[in-house]
T-cell receptor, first 117, second 116 residues
Framework: GAVVSQHPSRVICKSGTSVKIECRSLDFQATTMFWYRQFPKQSLMLMATSNEGSKATYEQGVEKDKFLINHASLTLSTLTVTSAHPEDSSFYIC?????????????FGPGTRLTVL | AQSVTQLGSHVSVSEGALVLLRCNYSSSVPPYLFWYVQYPNQGLQLLLKYTSAATLVKGINGFEAEFKKSETSFHLTKPSAHMSDAAEYFCAVSDTRSGGYQKVTFGTGTKLQVIP
């Protein structure tokens, strides 16, 4: 149980285009999902916390208009990188909290590698 | 503010040798602590977590970690390394923020190399 999927696993796009990444909890309902960004050889940096049915809470320094997050259902959150530029190239990972398992056990998706040309 | 410090960005051990990955935490309240493993181009997998119950926590794949409040440490160990243990390991701490949700802060990671 507690499987989180991400789609796509890899995406290459041209500068200026927008890219949508999906995060799904496959066998549980996640009221809270998290989006992280990981630069090469670095740790995960929390970008935003996504709560179903409400606006996402962004970390300091993360542009809300650049990284649009939608959590329309208890099993799906999406991250849209708008007007992507090469500096947005990174590994994006989502996670979801599993209710009833204690504090903050987050289950992570496999990640999406975004390359902006 | 909470934080974790992982000592050593790279650790090399021989196959069959003891694995010891170090993590020290800083938290103003009793912390919740985690160890995650990440294989190349994959997400993170939870190895184990400490939530104020037993101080010695056993996880998957033969790993365990001991919470030592006096040393503010949560080191990860495994008695005998296997080639499949080669990966990057992240220590993490969580706290509760206003609004009720919790934020997990990750360490910078330790890459474990297992030498045959």
């Amino acid at each position: 149980g507690a499987v989180v999927s991400q789609h796509p696993s890899r995406v290459i796009c041209k500068s200026g285009t927008s890219v949508k990444i999906e995060c799904r909890s496959l066998d549980f309902q996640a009221t809270t999902m998290f989006w992280y960004r990981q630069f090469p050889k670095q740790s995960l940096m929390l970008m935003a916390t996504s709560n179903e049915g409400s606006k996402a809470t962004y970390e300091q320094g993360v542009e809300k208009d650049k990284f649009l997050i939608n959590h329309a259902s208890l099993t799906l959150s999406t991250l849209t990188v708008t007007s992507a530029h090469p500096e947005d190239s990174s590994f994006y990972i989502c996670s979801a909290s599993l209710p009833g398992t204690g504090p903050d056990t987050q289950y992570f998706g496999p990640g999406t590698r975004l390359t902006v040309l | 503010a909470q934080s974790v410090t992982q000592l050593g960005s790279h650790v090399s051990v021989s196959e069959g040798a003891l694995v010891l990955l170090r993590c020290n935490y800083s938290s103003s309240v009793p912390p919740y602590l985690f160890w995650y493993v990440q294989y190349p181009n994959q997400g993170l997998q939870l190895l184990l977590k400490y939530t104020s119950a037993a101080t010695l926590v056993k996880g998957i794949n033969g790993f365990e970690a001991e919470f030592k409040k006096s040393e503010t440490s949560f080191h990860l160990t495994k008695p005998s390394a296997h080639m499949s243990d080669a990966a990057e390991y992240f220590c993490a701490v969580s706290d509760t923020r206003s609004g009720g949700y919790q934020k997990v802060t990750f360490g910078t990671g330790t890459k474990l190399q297992v030498i045959p």
